[in-house]
Every structure is written in structure tokens, then in C-alpha cells.
């Protein structure tokens, strides 16, 4: 997203990679959710190769996918793979200068700018994932059926609904006179669960990230990478992605915070320098491109044989649920029971710690084939990201609802092939690009990028000055 770092002059490298990242992203969003419809519609199981039959005991019910759908879902899959990953080492890249102004080596001027930073990580990344969770909050109050239609297959496990944190057991409301504000406070129909829309959740996470990142930064880097690779596995073994509502978890922030920390310390001028001009000859760009078309057909024919669960997949990629709701797992044994054996507990977190590097490595592929230089309009777009991935949602789902899009996927024959391709890859692509041209910024700056200004924040005093914090008041 935006860079809170920035530099003098911008590197189009940089800005293409976030480009192609974003639209990857808006694809993502698009494939799911009609996805979603297709597999409601096909009453496709657990796991299931596409065409089998699901679980429903409607047997008239239609089934036949168009031939377009296993791809997509190929796509999707190697889509979320990335995506997020390298968005968030990107992320990282470009933290760099925070974590050098906290590092104990820090000059003074460095460090004189921390307060600058974290205003402008309220006012670029808080202000703006609050204002659009609220806005999402109103969005599914005032539409019921599209959020149902929207939310994502639970995993076919016991413990996704029992270990919600959320649930209140109505007899312990035994207070006299207070029944019915408690009921009113605690039925969701009377609030708005701000946790569960998910779209801006990344905000909040980089802001959190960031917000740890003075602490990684006083670490070696090797022992911080190392604790935050245990924190991505630990969040799947305990139920901490149940903790806030449904979509947005603390499972997918801190799941995904390694891929951030390894921006911070791994993708130095050195390395990444390397992979802007070293790896930008023809010859290894035609060979990333081989490995990430290899990699797509490895998806393709792994959904197809059943090597693959789409479903597993899918959700490792949110990092949302613990291990034992969609690892390992089938519609006939739910994980969490006796029938999830020692030996699944110790695979599933090794499974993430492979996931970590396989989508490094596949990421990296990807961005490889990355042009080097400045793309006219392009480049120019990668900088304005934060549009793209704040405005394509309710763009993207305003034009699939007003359309149509959503009741014919989840209804009789389903898409046709040209329908899903058109409205799952394309629509989405053409969505995000307009979302991030000059019009939109224009119209929507005060909306994703907030100015305050002196009204709400105090202007810097010198040392010494009244206003200013001493040594002696600072406990020194």
C-alpha cells in the first residue's frame, strides 16, 4: 500500500510489483466469492474433486460446472498463495527506514522522526480501516442476504462454532433489572459486529505490525525472524483466530507477520537490488516465467487428481481457523476428535512452515517476470494501491449485485464458462485498475488518505520549551 517511508525519487520496479500484486488480489476477491456461489449451487463436499457430488440431499439439484471453473480455481489458489505474502514483504521493504530510526545504532535526527511516523500511520492505515469497517458494517446491515451469500464455507468442524469467543451463554445474564439491556447488547441483531467484515483488515495489520516493529528492531535479526515464524505457526494451534468474530482474525494478522518482518530484514538494497536488475535479464525472467506456469499447472492438476483440497487450501491461506478445523480433515471426520492422530498435530504446523517458504519462492517467481523499468500509466498506478484495495471491493460487489452476477452463479445451470472468466478475472482487473486512476484519487483522497492536520495533532516543540518533555519528567 502506500509507502509511509517514501523516498525522494520512486523505484518502478516497486510500484509495478505492487501493481501486479493488487490486481492479483482484486482477482482473488472475485474468484471468491463466486466460487462460493458455485460450490452452494453444485453442493460441492469437503474437499471434493470438481464434479463429484456433495452432501446435499437434493440429488436433482444441478451440479455440471462449466469447464472454466478448475482453472479459475487453480488461479485463485495460486493467487492467494502470493498475494498477500509478497504484499506484505513489500511492506516490509519499506519499513526499513522505521526500523533503522529504532534500531540502538539510531542517530538522533532518525529518531526525531518517530513522531511523524506514527502520525502518519493513524492517519494513512487506522483512520482508514476504520471508517471502511464501518462502512462495510452498514453495507451488511442493510443487505443480510449478501453477506450470507458472501461468507465463506466454515470448515466441517465442531469446534469452529463451539470455540467461538464470542458466544454468551444466556443464563449467566442473571442481573436484576438488566436482562433486557444485556439481550439487547449481546443479540447481533441489535449491534453491528464490527469485527466480521474483512476487507480492510490488512490495514489494521500493518499498523500493527509497524507498531511491533520498534521492539524487532532492538533483536537480532535472525532471533526475530525466528520468533515471528513461531508466532505464524503458534496462532494455528490455538483457537486465538477465533477471538474476533469471523472474518477478521488475529490468526490472518499475525499468520501473515512473518512475511513482513522477512521484508524488514532480508529484502535489503543488496538482495533486492539483486533482484531488480540481476534477475532482470531475459533468460532468468523467461525462466521465472516458466516456474510460475509450472506452478499454476502443478494447481491445476493437483485440484483435479484430489492431491489438492481446494478447501485446505483456501483456508491455510487465511491463516483464520486453527489447524485442526480444515487440516487433515473431511465432511465424515471432523478434526478436533479422537480420529485426528499425533502424528496430523505435528504435520500441520510443519505444513505451515513450508507454506511460508513455498510462497516466497513462488512469489518471487512471479515478481521476476516484473518489467524493470517505468510502464506509462502503469507505474503511476502502483503508487496509488491503497485505492485499489480500499475501493475494488464495494465497486467490484455493487457491479456483481446490480448485475446479477451472484444470483444466477448460485442458481440453476450456473455461469457459462465466458460469464465466470469475465466476471471472476476480468471485471475485477478492470475494477481495480479504475480505482486506482487519477479521477478516483481525486474524488476519494479524503476518504483513503485522510489529512488532519493541526486540528487534531500538536505541533513539534524544541527541547526546553513549554510543552516539551525534560529528562527529569521522563524518569531520566
Known amino acids: 500500500l502506500g ?5 525522494a525519487s520512486r523505484d518502478p520496479f516497486l510500484d509495478n510489483c505492487k501493481f501486479a500484486l493488487i490486481l492479483l488480489i482484486g482477482i482473488g476477491h472475485g474468484l471468491q466469492w463466486l466460487l462460493a456461489q458455485e460450490d452452494s449451487r453444485t453442493a460441492r463436499g469437503w474437499c471434493a474433486i470438481e464434479g463429484e457430488v456433495g452432501n446435499a440431499g437434493d440429488s436433482d439439484a444441478p451440479r455440471a460446472s462449466s469447464w472454466a471453473v478448475l482453472p479459475l480455481r487453480a488461479l485463485y489458489i495460486w493467487s492467494n498463495a502470493i498475494a498477500i505474502p509478497m504484499f506484505a514483504m513489500l511492506s516490509g521493504r519499506v519499513s526499513r527506514s522505521l526500523a ?8 538522533a535526527e532518525r529518531r526525531a522522526s518517530m513522531p511523524a511516523r506514527i502520525k502518519k500511520t493513524v492517519e494513512s492505515l487506522v483512520v482508514p480501516f476504520l471508517t471502511f469497517q464501518l462502512l462495510a458494517c452498514l453495507v451488511e446491515a442493510s443487505s443480510p ?32 433489572g438488566c436482562e433486557q439491556v444485556l439481550s439487547n447488547v449481546m443479540n447481533p441483531s441489535n449491534t453491528f459486529n464490527f469485527w466480521t467484515p474483512h476487507l480492510s483488515w490488512y490495514l489494521l495489520a500493518l499498523a500493527s505490525w509497524r507498531g511491533v516493529l520498534p521492539a524487532a528492531a532492538q533483536m537480532q535479526p535472525g532471533a526475530a525472524l525466528a520468533l515471528a515464524l513461531a508466532l505464524g505457526v503458534g496462532v494455528g494451534i490455538s483457537n486465538v483466530g477465533y477471538s474476533a468474530g469471523f472474518f477478521l482474525k488475529f490468526g490472518t494478522m499475525w499468520g501473515n507477520f512473518p512475511y513482513f518482518l522477512a521484508g524488514v530484514f532480508l529484502c535489503g538494497d543488496e538482495t533486492y537490488f539483486a533482484m531488480r536488475d540481476d534477475w532482470g535479464t531475459a533468460g532468468r525472467r523467461a525462466g521465472a516465467a516458466a516456474a510460475t506456469a509450472a506452478t499454476l499447472t502443478a494447481c491445476f492438476f493437483g485440484l483435479r487428481s484430489g492431491a489438492m483440497c481446494f478447501d485446505a487450501w483456501q483456508w ?14 473431511d465432511a465424515e471426520t471432523p478434526s478436533g476428535t479422537s480420529e485426528w492422530h499425533l502424528w496430523e498435530s505435528v504435520a500441520a504446523p510443519l505444513f505451515r512452515l513450508a507454506t511460508y517458504f513455498g510462497s516466497v519462492a513462488v512469489g518471487a517467481c512471479f515478481l521476476a517476470i516484473v518489467p524493470r523499468g517505468e510502464i506509462p500509466v502503469v507505474s503511476k498506478m502502483g503508487a496509488r494501491t491503497m485505492y485499489g484495495y480500499l475501493l475494488h471491493a464495494p465497486v467490484l460487489l455493487a457491479v456483481l449485485a446490480s448485475a446479477g452476477t451472484f444470483a444466477k452463479a448460485g442458481s440453476g445451470p450456473g455461469l457459462s464458462a465466458a460469464a465466470f472468466i469475465a466476471a471472476g478475472a476480468l471485471l475485477p482487473v478492470a475494477v481495480t485498475v479504475a480505482c486506482m486512476t ?28 513549554p510543552g516539551s518533555v525534560t529528562s527529569q519528567e521522563s524518569g531520566k
Open 438 to 465: 487519477a479521477p478516483a484519487v481525486w474524488a476519494f483522497r479524503w476518504l483513503c488518505e485522510p489529512e488532519f492536520g493541526s486540528w487534531l495533532w500538536r505541533e513539534a516543540t524544541e527541547p526546553g520549551t
Open 316 to 329: 491455510e491461506a487465511w491463516k483464520s481457523a486453527p489447524y485442526g478445523d480444515y487440516l487433515f480433515v
Open 100 to 107: 533503522a530510526s529504532c534500531a540502538p545504532e539510531a542517530s
Open 3 to 7: 509507502e509511509l517511508d517514501g523516498v
Open 145 to 176: 442476504a449478501l453477506a450470507s451469500a458472501l461468507a465463506p464455507r466454515p470448515p466441517p468442524s465442531a469446534t469452529f462454532a463451539a470455540n467461538d469467543g464470542n458466544a454468551v451463554d444466556p443464563q449467566a445474564l442473571q442481573f436484576d
